[in-house]
Every structure is written in C-alpha cells, then in structure tokens.
C-alpha cells in the first residue's frame, strides 16, 4: 500500500546561497524514498523488488543530475529544481504543471531526463510527483530552508519518512505494479502514447488507478483522482 501526503508549504522561500546543503538534502530525500517505495508492497517476490529497485534508482540518479546541472542551463536560478511530471505518457515534462507551489504529481519524464521509458517488473512505466517548492514551473525561490512537502506511510499507517519537516520527501517516484482492486487501466488506442495517453478521461492517465489507495493534497485539501 502506498499513500503520499502533501503538506501546505507554510512560508515563502527566497534565493540564497547554500546550494550545496540544499543538494545534500536533495540527494538524501529521493534516495531514501526510492529505496522505500520499492519495498512497501510485500506481496512482491524478492527478485521483483530487487529489479524495481534499478528501476528507481536509475530514475533517483536521473533526477538528481538534472537538478544539480539545472543551473549550468538555467540563468540567474540555483540547482535543485525539478521536472514537471509527464501527464500524457510522452516522456515529457508538462509545463507549467499547476500553480506556484503547488505539488504536482504524473508520470517520470523520463525523455525530459535523458531516459529510455522506465518500466517496473509489471511493465508499467513509473509514476513521479514533485514538490510545489522544488518543481521548475512554475517555481518559487529556493533556499536552504525549503523543506519538502510529503509525508510517505506504510500499509499499517505508520510515518516512514518525512515525521518531522525538515525530513519529509521533495519528491517521490513509484513503480505502481500490475492492476489491484478495482483499478481500471483503460486506454483509448487512438490516443495511445508510449506510456499513457493523450485523452485524460482514459483510465491510464488518472493516478488512482496506479495507487493501491489515495494520494491526499493537502495543499489544496482535495484529493489527486
């Protein structure tokens, strides 16, 4: 069972120096949920989650390089910052993806971060949200006192990762597995792309049927369907 809570960011942030903490803390955060996330479905063989683990960790590295080179390409902007997720399956970041800090939440770009599709054990392609505070668009000023803004629980309801503010997830990339309960994964094969669609009303291009319960906006206290 996976559930994502995201919390009201509760300050403004603004630029400042320190990117190399803010890195740290980057690197440490989406290394962690990676690792947890491959592992909270135990029905899962050891094998299965041991290839998911690539899976993600290959998505891990990708992200954080993206980040740390973001200000070689990007004037006048620190690292640090995010892709938009992927909303139509083509491997590209959607921008802009909400309001400025808003979390968002899609598939992997994986096309925008230099990948090939990125699969789970069940041949799904992986599912990713980010940050209000960390996406690049529209983005807000970061400092080194941005926390993140999710909390990751597991199937008992216990807190994982993120119990205290300074440690919750910026990000969080799963591999949601073959069809559980009463997801349906339809898709309209005219509007078909690589990893989802292209019509938001087909099955595959809404996260609750990739998430084995609700993931809960806190933000904006409404429910990611």
């Not at 390089?65 to 690292?79: E, F, K, V």
């Not at 898709?187 to 084995?212: F, K, M, Q, W």
């Amino acid at each position: 069972m996976i559930k994502i809570f995201a919390h009201r960011q509760l300050s403004g942030l603004s630029a400042q120096s320190g990117a190399a903490l803010l890195l740290t803390v980057l690197i440490m955060t989406v290394s962690l949920t990676a690792l947890l996330l491959a592992g909270l479905n135990s029905s899962r063989s050891g094998s299965a989650q041991a290839e998911n683990l690539k899976v993600l960790q290959t998505a891990h590295e990708a992200l954080v390089g993206y980040a740390l080179s973001y200000a070689d390409i990007h004037a006048n902007r620190l690292p640090g910052y995010l892709p938009c997720p992927d909303i139509d399956g083509d491997g590209l970041a959607d921008m802009p993806c909400g309001v400025a800090g808003e979390s968002a939440i899609g598939r992997l770009p994986w096309q925008t971060l230099g990948l090939p599709p990125l699969r789970d054990i069940a041949g799904e392609c992986l599912w990713y949200v980010v940050a209000g505070s960390y996406k690049e668009d529209p983005a807000m000023g970061l400092s080194v006192d941005a926390d993140g803004q999710f909390l990751i629980y597991d199937a008992n309801g216990a807190v994982r990762l993120g119990s205290m503010p300074a440690g919750q997830a910026i990000a969080v990339v799963f591999a949601p597995g073959k069809v559980v309960q009463s997801q349906i994964r339809s898709l309209t094969p005219n509007n078909r792309t690589e990893c989802g669609s292209t019509r938001i009303s087909d099955g595959v291009s809404r996260v609750a049927n990739y998430l084995e319960d609700r993931a809960t906006c806190k933000t904006h206290q409404s429910e990611w369907t």
